[in-house]
């Protein structure tokens, strides 16, 4: 088992719509967890950071935390072409080391 | 404005031959980290550094070397042990603090390419 793990997509979505990406976790220590854009080539940049079970919104994006399901999630509302991108969710592990998933691929079509 | 600078941004290394890339950050943050990101997959950990001079290997350090002389710097050489070193390498750097402070901040990328 992956210690995390994301759909590699591609998660495909109209202009507009509602985007949700997911991310399990095996780590039940991660007390921290991050969201990361990454654009074709370029770096990664921080998005989201959430610490405590339930909801965190920032704008048009909003994160969703269950520790006792390991399950983290990313929500982008009113999606919009430039939220093309990959998205990686990186929980704090062992040693305060960010822990990559492989990401998720989305594509948002106008 | 304080960030990290990761150089060169194209790096093309002849077989056999050892290159060192170069990362320097102005945050004051006292973790770095190395990267390595292959095409359509994740990043995996080379090496990271946590304080000066002390570092630790990473998940994929064999063919790769690091020092952290100074607080500032965290250059990695790609040696020619290593034998696949084509891909993109990220710099990032934290200064963790309570519950991991504000993640990592990467540097824009070295893409190195064996010819």
């Known amino acids: 088992q992956k210690e995390v793990e994301q759909n590699s997509g591609p998660l495909s979505v109209p202009e507009g719509a509602i985007a949700s990406l997911n991310c399990t976790y095996s780590?039940?220590?991660?007390?921290?967890f991050f969201w990361y854009r990454q654009y074709s080539g370029k770096s990664p940049e921080l998005i989201m950071s959430i610490y405590s079970n339930g909801d965190k919104e920032d704008g048009r994006f909003t994160a969703q935390l269950n520790k006792a399901s390991q399950y983290v999630s990313l929500l982008i509302r009113d999606s919009q072409p430039s939220d093309s991108a990959t998205y990686l969710c990186a929980p704090l592990g062992y040693g305060n080391k960010l822990v990559f998933g492989a990401g998720t691929i989305l594509r948002v079509k106008s | 404005d304080g960030g990290i600078t990761q150089s060169p941004k194209y790096l093309f290394r002849k077989e056999g031959q050892n290159v060192t890339l170069s990362c320097e950050q102005n945050?004051?943050?006292?973790?770095m980290y190395w990267y390595r990101q292959d095409p359509g997959q994740g990043l995996r950990l080379i090496y990271y550094?946590?304080?000066?001079?002390?570092?630790q290997k990473g998940d994929i350090a064999e063919g790769y070397s690091v020092s952290r002389e100074k607080k500032e710097s965290f250059p990695l050489t790609v040696t020619s042990a290593q034998k696949n070193p084509t891909a993109f390498y990220l710099c990032?750097?934290?200064?963790?603090?309570?519950?991991?402070?504000?993640?990592?901040?990467f540097g824009s990328g070295t893409r190195l390419t064996v010819v």
């Open positions: 550094s946590q304080i000066v001079n002390d570092f």
């Open positions: 780590d039940r220590g991660s007390q921290s």
């Open positions: 945050l004051n943050h006292d973790a």
């Open positions: 990032a750097s934290s200064s963790p603090g309570d519950r991991g402070g504000d993640g990592y901040t």
